[in-house]
């Protein structure tokens, strides 16, 4: 399917400001027909991600002494992930 003139310059205009499901919901197409769009155009997005790493599980692991591969294989995600997850997104603690 082809993208308009005015399709491609929202998408440009509001990629990495809104989210995916947002813009798709504007253009009338699917999200990942976006996401692709976006990529073949060389778009990047900053807006955080869905994480579905269990990141208190990740943080508990870690403090009884479990490698990032060793929490990766008891949850099932890489250690890439487990690594990404711990450095990138935070729990706050509650007092």
Known sequence: MTWSFTEVNLLRDNYGVLPVVAIAGLLGKQPNTVVKKAGVMGLRSGLP??????????????????????IGRLLGHSHFGIRYAEQNHTILEVK
């Open 49 to 70: 991600h869905a994480v579905k790493i269990p990141v208190g599980s990740v943080k508990t692991l870690r403090a009884h002494g479990y490698s990032a591969r060793k």
